[in-house]
């Protein structure tokens, strides 16, 4: 695998699919002029889903389409049919994404093969007017539009899940070392900074198995951002343990297995989170004449430092049986220490307050009312301005919720601009609280209120990218 193919950070920026409207139709047939209202109801967006793919090992696809929208559910239609429903758009990642917000909090941490997480749920389809029908209200002469789909921007950051890491310089000898004990062929040559991506290798001793991950040589600095280093360390945030890999045979004058450790040593806390980690040190290259003297001087300092020590040959499987016994040993004792937290964070749940009253009422700097929360909100978004009926039903749905007793409370006048949401999406209205709602006491036409003809409030939604627009209806209280 090249560099080129290998991403392990992309942004995500999902669009979920929009709720079809619902259908305003009422039946007619000989005889029966007006058969009662049979409009549909418009069919729910499609989500986004993450699903953890085991064939998935990159996140280079959206690297290059960070964009991602999923379809919109159809409108309702008469005699009584809903909109078919928007496709779920499922996107393959690997094992191990971290997915965090714009301000970088863990949404989810997606391990274990087949785990889902909707990123982004679509809009939920508007109602029909034979679904709005009531025995107050016979004959609805306006349904609910569909909802919009959620829209969010979420980062995407793979970290190899792997038993034990393989840490040291460039040319250390992970690579060969990884390709000894499993069936992994990384690329390896005589020159710094081969291994361009994380490898990793399952391996078999006796009954254990385990996961390798041979990480990108490490260098001074690596922990800043020179080298490899910063790219790749977070491969080693999931591991429960660490095999130094000195190199015992390097040519290098102003380097020694004793110096290499203190570097990469260093680099590990600078990064921090892996100071609990267990360590064993790996002393490679011992076939060569140098090498083997080498690796019986510096054990005992090594030792002195309380690490368990093996010196081995990756190129002739020396020692190799011991250094695997002992890292099938050191993870046993890292997964059974009852200090380790063996809960990794997967999803965040944030559920509200059982006595969340379903909308919050204040005042900003300009002396608008401000009315935000779930269901105003979405009631807004089902609305059709364009229909008097329609907004006569908001009206009575806020009443109800009792945002016109909260705007009382606050000291709101008649004729106070009111805001339903927040930003460009916005709407505004002149209050007018001598209007009682409940529409069913008035005896109107279809697609009409009697409140909004004659009180001829002025309601106007308010976009920042045009200004606003007037409309010509009731205050949505």
Known sequence: MSSVS?????????????????????????FKPLGGPDGGNGGRGGDIILVVDPSSTTLLDFHYSPHRTATSGRHGQ??????????????????????????????????????????????AGGLGNAALASSKRRA?????????????????????????????????????????????????????????????????IGEHRFTVADVPGLIPGASEGKGLGLEFLRHVERCSALVHVLDCGTLESDRDPIHDFEVIEAELAAYGGLNDRPRIVALNKIDLPDGRAMAEMVSENLRARGLEVYPISAATREGITELLYAMAALINRRLKDPKVAQEAPRIVLRPKAVDDAGFEVKQDKHGRFVITGVKPERWVHQTNFSNEEAVGYLADRLARLGVEK???????????????????????????????????????RRGHDVRVETVQLGLHKERADNGGEDWSEDDAQ
Do not use: M
């Not at 997606?110 to 785990?115: D, E, F, I, K, R």
């Not at 310089?169 to 062929?185: D, E, Q």
């Not at 409370?409 to 709602?437: H, M, N, R, S, Y």
């Open 78 to 123: 008469g005699g009584h049919k809903d909109g078919p429903q928007g496709d779920d758009l499922i996107l393959p990642v690997p094992e191990g994404t971290v997915l965090r917000d714009t301000h970088g909090n863990i949404i989810a941490d997606l391990l274990g093969v087949g785990t889902r997480f909707v990123v982004a749920r679509g809009g």
């Open 140 to 204: 609805p002469g306006f349904a609910l539009l569909g909802e919009p789909g959620e829209k969010v921007e979420l980062t995407l950051e793979l970290k190899s899940v792997a038993d034990i890491a393989l840490v040291g310089y460039p040319s250390a000898g992970k690579s060969s070392l990884i390709a000894a004990i499993s069936a992994a062929r990384p690329k390896i040559a005589e020159y710094p900074f081969t291994t361009l991506v994380p490898n990793l290798g399952v391996v078999e």
């Open 6 to 30: 290998f991403i392990d950070q992309a942004r995500l920026l999902a669009q979920a699919g929009s709720g079809g409207n619902g259908c305003v139709s009422v039946h007619r047939e000989k």
């Open 406 to 444: 909260a705007l009382f409370k606050l000291g709101a006048q008649p004729g106070c601009e009111v805001l339903i949401g927040e930003g460009e999406d916005a709407t505004g209205f002149q209050w007018e609280p001598t209007i009682e709602a409940g529409v069913e006491h008035f005896h109107t």
